[in-house]
T-cell receptor, first 113, second 114 residues
Framework: NAGVTQTPKFQVLKTGQSMTLQCAQD?????MSWYRQDPGMGLRLIHY???????DQGEVPNGYNVSRSTTEDFPLRLLSAAPSQTSVYFC????????????FGPGTRLTVT | EDQVTQSPEALRLQEGESSSLNCSYT??????LFWYRQDPGKGPEFLFT???AGEEKEKERLKATLTKKESFLHITAPKPEDSATYLC???????????????FGQGTILTVHP
């Protein structure tokens, strides 16, 4: 199993550009989530999904969209990039929502200029 | 609001010098407390889940314990390869819009010198 994979690994965007961060898992996990990690802020939840077709907002959802058309894939879309979205983004998956450990991907380092 | 505070922010040890990392938390009801290890440039790697006060889990040189207000990650005779950032996260037992949400602490940066 590859586990959780993310692409790209690095990305530089100009303010106002849009892009999609890709996330895929091959463990047949129902629960997937997106976090951003910033110095001094820890990991913060952006959006999550409890199964195909079901998504919900986390702690910091503004400026991001998600969809979940399959169990395997959970892309994160930046609609109009802003410098405040410069961060490291992690996707995670879990067998269930409650009291199950989450497995993280390797991350995407995004810089918005 | 859930709060997770980890201390110290950074810890430097000599190889073989045992110590403990602390994670104190405030939640209305704890569903689970999780410890992760994160190496530079990598995603967090799962270590342990603790569910109730008094529970302990061990893995090689690491031992995690849980009380009603805090968790400790004890590192016995550490080696340089144990150097990493250790993250603690809690999951609250109530549902709502943040169903299943993990609240993370800011981590402890551990450096073990040979």
């Amino acid at each position: 199993n590859a586990g959780v994979t993310q692409t790209p690994k690095f990305q530089v965007l100009k303010t106002g550009q849009s892009m999609t961060l890709q996330c895929a898992q091959d463990m047949n996990h129902e629960y997937m989530s997106w976090y951003r990690q910033d110095p001094g802020m820890g990991l913060r939840l952006i959006h999550y999904s409890v199964g195909a077709g079901i998504t919900d907002q986390g702690e910091v959802p503004n400026g991001y969209n998600v969809s979940r058309s399959t169990t395997e894939d959970f892309p994160l879309r930046l609609l109009s990039a802003a410098p405040s979205q410069t961060s490291v983004y992690f996707c995670a998956s879990s067998p269930g929502q409650i009291a199950y450990e989450q497995y993280f991907g390797p991350g995407t380092r995004l810089t918005v200029t | 609001e859930d709060q997770v505070t980890q201390s110290p922010e950074a810890l430097r040890l000599q190889e073989g010098e045992s110590s403990s990392l602390n994670c104190s938390y405030t939640v209305s009801g704890l569903r689970g407390l999780f410890w992760y290890r994160q190496d530079p440039g990598k995603g967090p790697e799962f270590l342990f889940t603790l569910y109730s006060a008094g529970e302990e889990k061990e893995k090689e040189r690491l031992k995690a314990t849980l009380t009603k207000k805090e968790s400790f990650l004890h590192i016995t005779a550490p080696k340089p390869e144990d150097s990493a950032t250790y993250l603690c996260a809690v999951q609250e037992s109530t549902g709502g819009t943040s169903y299943g949400k993990l609240t993370f602490g800011q981590g402890t940066i551990l450096t073990v010198h040979p």
